[in-house]
């Protein structure tokens, strides 16, 4: 069974432009959590989708966007990117309660 | 946003020993896990708890949520080079958004293990 997909796994992009990432889950999981991982804050819940609504965000401002597609791939959005936005950027592919599998990730950096 | 108190920040130990972490909150979790991240790479599930006071293990690795259902604990025995990595613990609290798999994690434990 394959698992989480992010692409890509590297990105460089200037202050002020938007950026999209993209997060294929493992087959039959419904919900994708997008978690934001820096070295000052650690592991930050960004939004959780499932089929297709949010169901639940974290505290990040509105720059910060997603959605799900009807087979369950999600992608993130940021816009108007700034320095503190560089990051790994982790997408979680979830079947139940406990089950939370990670992708490698997608590292941004913003100059 | 919140995080739980994940303790000790890192470790070095020597090859053959035995290493214990905790995790500890202030407010209650439904469900406790624990991953190992290595560097450039997504954290890895180890052990998912389910209940308070439940004891599980993964080969080396054992785990427990604490009865209060405020702590876990993960101990690896035998210690080994592979074992080097960053341990997270992260609590995940049902109910929040409608039944979302949020997860509130650590800021981790650093493992290194000396030959």
């Known amino acids: 069974k394959a698992g989480v997909t992010q692409t890509p796994r590297y990105l460089i992009k200037t202050r002020g432009q938007q950026v999209t990432l993209s997060c294929s889950p493992i087959s039959g999981h419904r919900s994708v959590s997008w978690y934001q991982q820096t070295p000052g804050q650690g592991l930050q819940f960004l939004f959780e989708y499932f089929s297709e609504t949010q169901r639940n965000k974290g505290n990040f401002p509105g720059r910060f966007s997603g959605r799900q597609f009807s087979n369950s791939r999600s992608e993130m959005n940021v816009s108007t990117l700034e320095l503190g936005d560089s990051a790994l950027y982790l997408c979680a592919s979830s079947l139940d309660r406990g089950q939370a599998f990670f992708g490698q990730g997608t590292r941004l950096t913003v100059v | 946003g919140q995080q739980l108190n994940q303790s000790p920040q890192s470790m070095f130990i020597q090859e053959g020993e035995d290493v214990s972490m905790n995790c500890t909150s202030s407010s209650i979790f439904n469900t406790w896990l624990w991953y190992k991240q290595d560097p450039g790479e997504g954290p890895v599930l180890l052990i998912a708890?389910?209940?308070?006071?439940e004891l599980t293990s993964n080969g080396r690795l054992t785990a427990q949520f604490g009865i209060t259902r405020k702590d876990s604990f993960l101990n690896i025995s035998a210690s080994i080079p592979s074992d080097v990595g960053i341990y997270f613990c992260?609590?995940?609290?049902?109910?929040?958004?409608?039944?979302?798999?949020?997860?509130?994690f650590g800021k981790g434990t650093k493992l290194s293990v000396i030959p």
């Open positions: 992260a609590g995940q609290r049902l109910g929040s958004g409608a039944g979302s798999y949020q997860l509130t």
């Open positions: 708890l389910y209940k308070a006071g």
